[in-house]
């Protein structure tokens, strides 16, 4: 009968890996760095002052009493200027989605010559940059008051940012796919079509969801400068100091944006 192995001696425990002092001196600049600025900026944001949000305000007393007590008579208005922004968010984000996918290809390092994806990530850069409301004030200068200026303001915005997202997944492709597509012959448009879109079209429809969740309150703002949706009303109750009104369309607004933000968890499970 053969002898069982005897069993070989336990390996060493490697020693805990250390920073070298170099590390340790560049972390120390850093964080050291932001807390200096925070603290030469304790002054310009005026936070020494924050002790007045609890001062014996009769304004600030009056509002939160009203706040706590919601005026619903006019909810079928206020669910209907809901539907509104959640049809200007919808609208917005399909379309900043038909034009990301094409601004995203033509923006990945491995898809495109340098010389298109240079212009294409400062197209890329501008319309992130731009803040939506800058964006609908335009819009509404240029189509007049209502929800169209609110859609064309979130495509804008919102077709930078999936673009920048869309070329990042691209680039994080797997490479023998497309090679593979590529052995058979097939053209640049072909490997595009069954080597890329396969790998990054659950990515895709992730970032497309979550930015239709951050569109549904942006459409929210957006009605503040007339861009259509309960914005609009939420800024007319609040000039006219109905603070109750201005409460029940808060909730409104929660209500919406958590249901929208639920399905579109849903749907994610199911597709990554």
């Known amino acids: ?95 900043a989605v038909l034009f990301g996918i094409p601004l995203g290809l033509a923006a990945a390092r491995n898809m495109a010559p340098q010389w298109v994806v240079t212009p294409v990530r400062w197209i890329m850069n501008l319309l992130r940059s731009v803040p939506d409301l800058v964006i609908g004030l335009l819009f509404v200068t240029a189509v007049g008051l209502g929800p169209l200026a609110g859609v064309l303001a979130i495509t804008l915005n919102t077709a930078g940012v999936l673009a920048k997202l869309f070329s990042e997944a691209v680039e994080s492709i ?36 979550y930015r239709f969740e951050s569109n549904s309150r942006s459409a929210t703002v957006l009605g503040l400068i007339g861009a259509g949706g309960i914005g609009q009303v939420l800024f007319d109750s609040m000039n006219a100091f109905n603070f109750k009104a201005v409460s029940a369309i808060v909730i409104i607004v929660v209500i919406a944006v958590t249901l929208i933000d639920t399905l579109s968890q849903i749907m994610r499970k199911r597709l990554l």
């Open 174 to 209: 797997d490479k023998g796919p497309v090679e593979g597509v590529r052995a058979t012959g097939a053209s640049k448009l072909h490997e595009i079509v069954w080597g890329v879109i396969p790998q990054v079209a659950p990515l895709w429809t992730s970032f497309a969801l």
């Open 1 to 95: 009968m053969t002898e069982a192995p005897l069993p070989t001696s336990a390996s060493p425990i490697p020693a805990a890996p250390q920073k070298s002092a170099v590390s340790w001196a560049m972390d120390v600049l850093v964080w050291g760095g932001v807390i200096a600025v925070l603290l030469y900026s304790v002054n310009a944001v005026d936070l020494g002052n924050i002790s007045r949000l609890f001062s014996g305000n009769d304004s600030m007393k009056m509002f939160v009493h009203d706040l706590l007590r919601p005026d619903f008579s006019d909810w079928r208005m206020f669910v209907a200027k809901m539907w509104e922004t959640i049809q200007i968010a919808l609208w917005g984000t399909f379309l």
